[in-house]
């Protein structure tokens, strides 16, 4: 079919583009920017003159123009004159230009380890009387880990209205590693967002987020977050965002069996496609960002994580920010889903990216920790 329109296919609109994307430029990052015009056009990108090549059967051009990406944030306008007329198209791109490589470390499916505090606020002293936490902090002693816990509000027995402020002043001393965010109401059932509504998601994040500011401080919440499941609506997601959660983590893979995306909130083929090679991209439209996880712990052999991760950073689109992530259930030898050597598996997992150069960081500093 002819091509009435001119339209930038790369990069994309929402990309965030770091060093990988392009060559260090005085003042900037010099990209290439590519796209199909209406044949016999002249095209110009952000005013510059592109090079055109036919495509030999009269139905489009195919347009590469370098520019420099000078701003966190960036407008890149491509425009089209030809005998049918003239054409535009705008996107948005943002530049991760003070990136380095850092990773991010979550918890999924947390409210064990707080029910335990709860019911242990006379003889516990300390947060890190806990097991689970002792373990974090001696992890956060060695590698300088910072983790964030993303938590449910209730489980069999308690929930977060029940725990008591005691700890308040420990959590606050201990904010700069330590993040405590929603997830979910409760673990079941599965995919509780995938149909929720507007107000359904705002009523979960609100009872939770609530009395995290109540027992632990604000300090401790984070603009990012998983939703359990990593499924949601586009009007669930924005209820997030309307109460101040910027983005949003998740696997962003297509199912073959159902051929459709799962963990990836309500992004299309597309963009789960898009999403799977890449560590990071904006929804312009909806102002959310999403982050690829890179690695679930739990899913993966001890002697498998280095394999793992020596495989994803080979690949320069994914290799700069790493999202590893593992579940508290696992850690627990009451439940089914006990694995003897979770510990094992976090230990090797941060060998790994201390070795290989990373830095534990938070979303929330900086430019996506950067």
């Known amino acids: 079919m002819p091509c009435r329109s001119i339209r930038i296919t790369d990069p994309i609109d929402g990309a965030i583009l770091n060093r990988h994307d392009g060559k260090q430029a005085k003042g900037g990052l010099e990209i290439a920017v590519k796209g199909i015009a209406p044949w016999k056009s002249k095209v110009t990108v952000n005013g510059v003159e592109a090079k055109v090549s036919r495509d030999g059967c009269g ?38 230009k003070d990136s380095f490589k850092r990773y991010r470390f979550s918890t999924d499916d947390n409210i064990l380890f707080l029910k335990d505090l709860a019911a242990n606020a006379q003889k516990y002293s300390s947060i890190f009387d806990n097991g689970y936490m002792a373990f974090w ?155 690829k996880h890179d690695l679930v712990i739990n899913l993966v052999e001890p002697e498998d994580i280095g394999p793992t991760l020596d495989s994803i950073a080979s690949n320069p689109h994914r290799s700069e920010l790493m999202e590893v992530m593992i579940h508290e259930q696992y850690f627990h030898p009451e439940l089914e889903l006990y694995e003897p050597d979770a510990k094992e598996r976090v230990v090797a997992t941060l060998d790994w990216l201390a070795k290989n150069g990373y830095k534990s960081i938070f979303y929330e500093e900086g430019f996506l920790g950067a």
């Not at 701003?71 to 948005?92: F, H, K, L, M, Y």
């Not at 962003?252 to 995306?261: A, C, H, R, W, Y």
């Open 59 to 96: 139905f489009c051009d195919r347009f590469e123009c370098n520019i420099v990406l000078e701003e966190r944030v960036n407008g890149i306008a491509a425009r089209a004159e030809s005998g049918q007329g003239a054409s535009s198209d705008e996107i948005t791109v943002y530049w991760d």
């Open 137 to 291: 902090r001696e992890m956060h002693d060695k590698y300088g880990l910072k983790v964030q816990f993303n938590i449910y509000y209730q489980t069999e027995g308690f929930n977060l209205s029940q725990m008591p402020d005691k700890f308040k002043p420990e959590w606050k001393e201990n904010s700069d590693w330590i993040r405590l965010t929603f997830h979910a109401l409760q673990n079941d059932p599965p995919n509780p967002y995938v149909k929720a509504s507007y107000q359904e998601v705002l009523r979960d994040f609100n009872l939770v987020t609530k009395e995290i500011a109540r027992f632990a401080g604000k300090e401790l919440l984070s603009p990012f977050t998983t939703i359990h499941w990593g499924e949601a609506t586009l009007e669930g997601c924005k209820a997030l965002r309307d109460s101040g959660i910027i983005g949003l983590v998740g696997y962003f893979v297509l199912n073959s069996d159902i051929g459709k995306p799962v963990v990836s909130y309500y992004l299309d083929e597309e963009k789960t496609r898009y999403l799977g090679g890449r560590d990071y991209w904006k929804d312009t439209k909806a102002g959310l960002f999403f982050i």
